[in-house]
């Protein structure tokens, strides 16, 4: 029989003591918010979903409530089901619950640690959104980045058509879209090493940081000696790692290397690197933090409506109907037709509340104990200083207590029907996830393409796109042998969420559609 080491019975020992103290030391306090029951020292460990957590929590929710506790190893996690409760922490006392978890895996390890989505706030965060502001905040500086918004939608136009089965796109256009806006740089027609690269960040982000590996993250990972069963993930881990500093580094390269040719387009990182020469570690991760949060998002919400579309022709058929009527056949829709375009708009918002790209959000951390006197009927609970908190934007946007039908692609529920009042916008769910947090500052520089519309980026985007292809374009089902392919609906795991792997058929809608497209084009 082969015995452990000193130093791994040291710190299995160590891990005890630890354990027992957090026990005793809570003895007496107030409770947990309710929640499974869990084992002596280990918690709620088995209890913990190791996919599509949102449908556990919510599962969860329907025993134990809309905020609900998990334990595990010691650690703490909140899980919130409701706006009015996320609401009621993350906004109304954000200051106490503005921190962001510690991640030994994908923070300290992998090397997300330094990106904003994560980082804690503080002096570094708050010089990164002024910047934001001074390069993003003005309409002059806005004006620069119009053209490019219209090129990228070109190509994604004549893409659509060069690919009628569908083959996705989204990923691509926007990633080119942020490429141009963090670095000047223009992707490369076929395969590009950046979107390549980049491509490679978002998955590894996703892994890393989701929400199950969140809660199992403890600082002892770092320590496993690659012997042990289980820590071969050192190797994953250094590979990892160096891929992030790669992503991180390699395009500040190419941005430096262009301003010394003189032949550096504008972006943010050109722009700041002339205010911030010195300051290499600021513009990287500031430039990474734009395009890592603006693609991943915005391309999984792009994919959720080509899904919807596919699954609902009456839905596109109505939109279509709208946009002839509102726009014509000989023009595609620019963001100053959106007030005339009703239901168009609702179409947006039910995309962006039906396929939920974040569905646990980004986790935040109480930064000292908090004692909750929720309305009458709930007794006063104790959230502990160090709480990991997990909102559920997915079930807040899929709650049949607020929205009839849910699982059903309706916009119809966001306009004021004669039966009664519009459903919750979207948008005031997403206000509370980390990614709208991060990326405010950004979104500036839509908002001002029309100060009467105020719209956020994302929204702006997905309005643009999705407009412009029911336009020109009908979605179908894949067909194999002359029968419909149906879809399955669903969502992948991870931080950020895409559809399952579906097929699609694109075509123009006419004659007219295809030569508008191939004329915008040549433009």
Known sequence: MVMPSPEVIQIVSFLVILLCARYLFRWGRLPLPPGPRGWPLIGNSFDIPTHTVWQSFAQMGEKWGDLLSLTTLGKTIIIINSVEVAEDLLESRGSNFSGRPFLQMGGELVGFRNAITFSQYGDRVRKERKLFHQLFGTSVAIER???????????????????????????RTAAAVMMRIAYGYRIAEGKDHFVELFALRAKIFAESTESTALMIDRDIVRYLPAWLPGGRFRTTVNKWAKVIQDSISVPLGYVKEQMAAGTAEHSFSSALLQEQPDDDYLVKWAAASIYGAGTSTTSSQLE????????????????????????????????????????????????????????????????????????EGH????????SIIIPNMWYMAHDPKRYSDPMTFNPRRFLNMDTGEAELDPSRIYSMTGFAQVLVLLWLFIRNLNAALGKLFADTFIFLICSTVLSLFNIN?????????????????????????????????????????EVTHGA
Request: hydrophobic residues 40%; aromatic residues 8%; contains cysteine.
């Open 145 to 171: 980045f119009l053209p490019l918004l219209r090129s990228e939608i070109r190509k994604f136009l004549q893409n659509l058509l060069q690919n009628p089965d569908g083959a996705f796109l989204q990923y």
């Open 304 to 375: 959720g409506f080509f899904l919807a579309m596919s699954l609902y022709p009456d839905v596109q058929a109505e939109a279509q109907k709208e946009l002839d009527l509102v726009i014509g056949k000989d023009r595609l829709p620019d963001i100053s037709d959106r007030p005339n375009l009703p239901y168009m708009n609702a179409l947006c918002k039910e995309v962006l509340r039906w396929h939920n790209a974040n569905p646990t959000g980004i986790p935040h951390r109480t930064r000292e104990d908090f004692i909750y006197n929720r309305a």
């Open 379 to 386: 007794p006063p609970v104790l959230i502990p200083k160090d």
């Open 477 to 517: 089902k894949a067909s194999k042998n002359g029968v419909a392919v149906e879809p399955i609906v669903g969502q992948t795991s991870g931080t950020v969420s895409r559809p399952l792997p579906f097929a699609c058929t694109v075509v123009p809608r006419s004659d007219e559609a295809r030569s508008l497209i």
